[in-house]
Every structure is written in C-alpha cells, then in structure tokens.
T-cell receptor, first 112, second 111 residues
Framework: DAGVTQSPTHLIKTRGQHVTLRCSPI?????VSWYQQVLGQGPQFIFQ???????GRGNFPDRFSARQFPNYSSELNVNALLLGDSALYLC???????????FGQGTRLTVV | QKEVEQNSGPLSVPEGAIASLNCTYS??????FFWYRQYSGKSPELIMS????GDKEDGRFTAQLNKASQYVSLLIRDSQPSDSATYLC???????????FGKGTRLLVKP
C-alpha cells in the first residue's frame, strides 16, 4: 500500500515568492494535517483538514493557506516567502480526528 | 500555552540496555498520546500510540501513560545502535484536531 506522498521533496525559493506543496494521503484516510519543522524543534501544527473542511489552524500568519480536494489530497500554499519559512514541511494522514497520524517524507523548503 | 516537555538529551545507553524516554504534557483534556522516531534528515515514523492509563507493549517497545500525573514514557528494551534517533512525544490537542509535539529526545545507543 502506498503511504503518504508529498511533492516536491526539495525546493529552493527566493524571498517574496509563492510556493505550493502537495500531499496525497493514505488511501481511505480522510484527514490531512500540515506541520512545519525547523532544525532542533518538534513539528509545529499549521492546518488540519477533515472531510474537506478546515478543522484546525495553528499559530501561523495568513500567508499560509491550505485546502483539501474531493479525493482528500491537499495543498499547502505560502505567499510572500520569508527566510524564516525555510523548514521541513510535513504532511500527516489519519483515518479520523485524534487517531494515529502517518507522515510523508516531507518537503524541504529553502528560502534564499 | 499548551506544552509537551521532553529532555533534549542526548541520552546515551550501551547496546542491549533499556532506554527510558520521558514526556510531560500540560493539557489535561488530552486523550491520545503517541511516540514517533525520527532519523536525521527523515520524517517522523510512528512507533506507538496509547490512549488509556497503564502500559502498552509492542515488541521491544513499551509505552506507559499516567493521566493523573500528565506523564507518558517509552521504554526500549535490548537497545540497538539502529535505535539511535530522536524520539518525539506527541499529544492530541483539545478536540483532537492537532498534535502538540515535544522537541524530542536524542537517543544514542553505543555498541
């Protein structure tokens, strides 16, 4: 069975640009969450979507947005990139709310 | 501010020993608790989940939960060098829409 897949795996962007990260959950999972992980820290919650509706949002600026599609895949968008947005962006797939979450391989974003 | 606290380590144990990793959390309404292993440069990998007070065993791993003390731990028996990684404790937040992660404990298993 395919696990959680994220694309791209690595990305280099310039300050001020926009980026779109993509995630396909495990088949049958209806919940997708996004996390940001900077070096030396645990993942920080950005968004959760369940059944295509936003169910939770972390303490991130409005430059961050996301959506979930009818096939439960998801996109994370970040506008007006800052150097501080450089991080590993993780997508997690869950069958439901509060249940075990399985992470994709992540997207390493570098903003220069 | 809801928090999950872990000792950053490194925790160094000899091969074959028991490694004990600890985590405390601040949100009393949390109901779901998870341990993840993360190798350097990789994404977190789920090791254990625990939802009820007491112990839960899976192979060499045992998770322990004490909701009254707001404490969760992970024991790794017969530690192997391949267990060397950062171990992340995660706690569901409130209504369960997200996880709060600790900063992780780095474990080093020396041959």
């Amino acid at each position: 069975d395919a696990g959680v897949t994220q694309s791209p795996t690595h990305l280099i962007k310039t300050r001020g640009q926009h980026v779109t990260l993509r995630c396909s959950p495990i088949s049958g999972h209806k919940s997708v969450s996004w996390y940001q992980q900077v070096l030396g820290q645990g993942p920080q919650f950005i968004f959760q979507y369940y059944e295509k509706e936003e169910r939770g949002r972390g303490n991130f600026p409005d430059r961050f947005s996301a959506r979930q599609f009818p096939n439960y895949s998801s996109e994370l968008n970040v506008n007006a990139l800052l150097l501080g947005d450089s991080a590993l962006y993780l997508c997690a797939s869950s069958p439901g709310v509060g249940t075990e979450a399985f992470f994709g391989q992540g997207t390493r974003l570098t903003v220069v | 501010q809801k928090e999950v606290e872990q000792n950053s380590g490194p925790l160094s144990v000899p091969e074959g020993a028991i490694a004990s990793l600890n985590c405390t959390y601040s949100d009393r309404v949390s109901q779901s608790f998870f341990w993840y292993r993360q190798y350097s440069g990789k994404s977190p990998e789920l090791i254990m989940s625990i939802y009820s007070n007491g112990d839960k065993e899976d192979g060499r791993f045992t998770a322990q939960l004490n909701k009254a003390s707001q404490y969760v731990s992970l024991l790794i028996r017969d530690s192997q060098p391949s267990d060397s990684a950062t171990y992340l404790c995660a706690v569901n937040e409130g209504q369960g829409f997200s996880f709060i992660f600790g900063k992780g404990t780095r474990l080093l298993v020396k041959p």
